[in-house]
């Protein structure tokens, strides 16, 4: 376990330095000038030019990636641009936001998930496990900002039950949260799904139900274990998503968090915003990969993490 342990973070620093890399390049190859944007129009073209050797813009594109790998690996994400503080720690107060949005999301993907998928297999081919598929394929199908704007023309202005943004109580949090479910609540119903038809023929839950075991016990205990182990490995990936996936719905409902930041920084070119933003998305992605691989070994004691 221990060398496993260590081949995976290794493998995750390699993640995250392709990850830093990436976003580097691009926002640098993408037109647009972060000192013509802060100075304005009316900069003259000494003024952009003195901002830009400030802001070390003017060096050439090895020197400014040299320079950053170095101030990451002192955990220096420099400053924004836009709110003159510490980028990281910018980022870092908009993501209990993010973290509540996307949480609840998972919440509410996996109640619905499992059980509309566990109700599909009970019921396989009949009139629920066709309402079901047909939920699934209508919650994937339709695009998460399309979705937000539906409900909430539905719920909040015509309805006026729900807001229709902003952070606060529940009533803020049910149209955000189940925007970003969808998706996810669709892919663990066919997961689930099938996942419990391949296990309910098998010799042991034979076995169960000739022991005469009730139907609940026989499918909760037994064949819904088995059939999570793949669920459990795609709802850490998903809840990854989520928080990438949270980009597009917080700045539908108006939501604080680092998703809406992240996309406000882009359209300013605050670089050390978005870099530090990046970064710890795909840092939390990581980390939620690693913790599924260790959810599988108990799942599972078949798979042995150390070989």
Known sequence: MTAYLIRRIVFALFVLWGAVTIVFLVLRLVPGDPAQLILGSDATAEQIAALRTQMGLDQSLPVQYGHYLGDVARFDFGDSYRYHRDAMGLVLDRLPATLQLASVA??????????????????????????????????????????????????????????????????????????????????????????????????????????????????????????????????????????????????????????????????ARDYNVVQAAILLIAAGFVAINLIVDVLYGYLDPRIRLGR
């Open 106 to 267: 998972m919440v509410i993907a996996l109640v619905l998930g499992i059980g509309l998928g566990v109700i599909a297999a009970l019921r396989v081919n009949r009139f629920a496990d066709r309402v079901v598929s047909v939920f699934a394929l209508l919650s994937q199908s339709m695009p998460s900002f399309w979705i937000g704007i539906v409900f909430i023309l539905v719920f909040a202005r015509q309805l006026n039950w729900l807001a229709s943004g902003g952070r606060g109580g529940l009533d803020r949090l049910i149209l955000p949260g189940v925007t970003l479910a969808l998706p996810v609540i669709a892919i663990l119903i066919r997961l689930t799904r099938s996942g419990l038809l391949d296990v309910v023929h098998e010799n042991y839950i034979q076995t169960a139900r000739a022991k005469g075991l009730g139907e609940r016990v026989v499918i909760f205990p037994h064949a819904i274990r088995n059939a999570l182990i793949p669920i459990v490995t795609v709802a850490g990936i998903e809840f990854g998503k989520l928080l990438g996936g949270a980009v597009i719905v917080e700045t539908v409902f108006s939501w604080p968090g680092a998703g809406r930041l992240l996309i406000d920084s882009i359209s």
